[in-house]
């Protein structure tokens, strides 16, 4: 093999292993590329499927929650009902005064008669009616979504019950104002939790978080 050809040959084995030398260098270069891709989808997956998993708990959580509520509230309005049935009223019996009602006019020329043995109860003029311990325990009650007992008076031992049907009925020391100035209070207290969640609902919808309403 004369020089030239030597020459020739040594040149083409540079050639093949600097072309061969690329090669493997973008196979690895590609091999890390998809490597490091790979990885990122990996996490993004993990990521969806724990928030995914973190909304599946906090659905059957509040679903648990508005049952139990549910249950609550049919058992208030039951022994409230059974309290109603049995006379128990929201608002306490005013006192009464007892005067004697006078006799008939007697005709004239006879003998006047003994007045009467008739007793006219009067209910006594009451400024601000009492509210009963059952509207107070059921009033309370129901603001919570718990049983809130008035004194005696509550699901404990049995709000049907005479005992419990007696003190329910006891005036609770809350007064017709006060009721409706709580409830005042309460009403603007829901109206300002309903803009809240609202604008919540809202953010959460532009962001893609919750569902649109149907039109």
């Known amino acids: 093999m004369s020089t030239i050809e030597r020459l020739a040959v040594l040149l083409l084995a540079v050639l093949l292993a600097a072309g061969c030398g690329y090669r493997w260098g ?18 993004a997956a993990a990521t969806t ?5 973190r909304a599946d708990a906090a659905a059957a959580a509040y679903l648990t929650e508005h049952l139990e509520q549910e249950s ?5 309005q039951k022994r409230d009902s059974q309290l109603a049935r049995r006379g128990v009223p929201l608002i306490a019996h005013a006192p009464v005064a007892a005067c004697p009602a006078g ?13 009467a043995a008739v007793v006219a109860v ?13 509207a107070v325990w059921m009033w309370n009650s129901a603001l919570v979504g718990a049983d ?6 509550g699901l404990a031992g049995g ?14 020391g809350v007064s017709v104002e006060d009721a409706w100035a709580n409830h005042t209070v309460n009403a603007e207290s829901c109206a300002a939790d309903r803009a809240r969640y609202r604008r919540l609902i809202q953010v959460l919808r532009e962001r893609g978080l919750v569902e649109q309403e149907p039109r």
């Open 72 to 76: 609550r509230y049919a058992e208030l």
């Open 159 to 172: 709000a049907a019950g005479a005992g419990a049907a007696g003190a329910c009925a006891e005036p609770a």
């Open 49 to 53: 499927r724990a928030a995914e998993a």
């Open 103 to 115: 006799g008939a006019a007697a005709p004239a020329g006879s003998e006047p008669s003994a007045p």
């Open 122 to 134: 009067v209910p006594v003029a009451v400024a601000d009616p009492e509210l009963t311990r059952r």
């Open 148 to 153: 809130v007992p008035s004194g005696a008076c």
């Open 26 to 43: 973008r196979s690895d270069a590609d091999a890390a590329a998809a490597l490091r891709i790979a990885r990122a989808n990996a996490e």
